[in-house]
């Protein structure tokens, strides 16, 4: 059983080499017996389960064969896709989780999440996050026309862009605190969102990030035996 770990995709119809690239690793691993976790920013932008479009019809396919052929498909919502819900992943018998979950393989305890969170020092993002995950809003802008909720999702693409202009790389990275909190009760912390990928040992135990997908590679996670303790990131090129 191969556990492949990837986050930060950012697919969507401006960047058809990062589709292409997903889209051959589905194909890849397909007949691996794939356990597929996706940690956030799957799509740089979703604006709602009832959205549909050419190049999202054809990743839906992919992932219906990669299902079919006995994987499995999990995601994590991440920042820029917050409003993605289980409604999509019955396409292809996908399953959502929570923003934080835990998973053993082997005889090693993973957390895995996002990252977003343990971004505490980003106050500013922490504010607006609280505001725009609100259970209500998310609601009513679900019953928003699709154009409305495009232009919305552009918005935010744009004001996301210029803040981060404005901010240090030590605001927008994780906090140690966070990041020590996070692995109290187990032995590995996987995320991404820092797009900074790495494998860190800290507090006797391990922190792999996971990197964000270029224009011709990206760096991801496969973990086969874990109980060999020999983690390392591989690079997937496309």
């Given amino acids: 059983m191969t556990h492949l770990f990837i986050s930060d995709l950012h697919l969507s119809p401006d960047h058809p080499r990062l589709i292409r690239g997903f889209l051959d690793l589905l194909d890849q691993y397909q007949t691996q017996e794939t356990q597929l976790y996706i940690l956030g920013d799957w799509f740089n932008a979703w604006i709602g389960d009832d959205y549909s479009a050419p190049w999202l019809d054809d990743i839906v396919e992919h992932l219906k064969a990669f299902t079919a052929a006995g994987n499995r498909v999990y995601f994590q919502v991440g920042n820029r896709d917050f409003a993605l819900h289980q409604v999509f992943l019955n396409q292809f018998n996908g399953q959502l989780l929570p923003d934080i979950d835990t998973l053993t393989i082997g005889q090693t305890k993973i957390r895995i999440e996002h990252g977003d969170a343990l971004c505490t020092d980003d106050v500013k993002y922490q504010r607006f996050k609280k505001v725009i995950r609100n259970p209500f809003l998310i609601s009513f802008l679900r019953k928003t026309p699709l154009s409305f909720r495009t232009k919305l999702a ?38 991404g969102h820092t797009h900074r990928p790495q494998i860190h040992h800290e507090y006797g135990k391990l922190r792999i990030v996971l990197g964000d997908w270029r224009e011709d590679q990206a760096q991801i996670l496969e973990i086969d035996n874990p109980n060999e303790h020999s983690f390392s990131l591989k690079t997937w090129s496309y």
């Fill in 154 to 191: 552009e918005g935010f693409r744009k004001r996301s862009n210029h803040t981060k202009e404005f901010k240090s790389y030590e605001v927008m990275d994780v906090n140690q605190g966070a990041v020590a909190e996070a692995l109290k009760d187990v032995d590995l912390l996987i995320h």
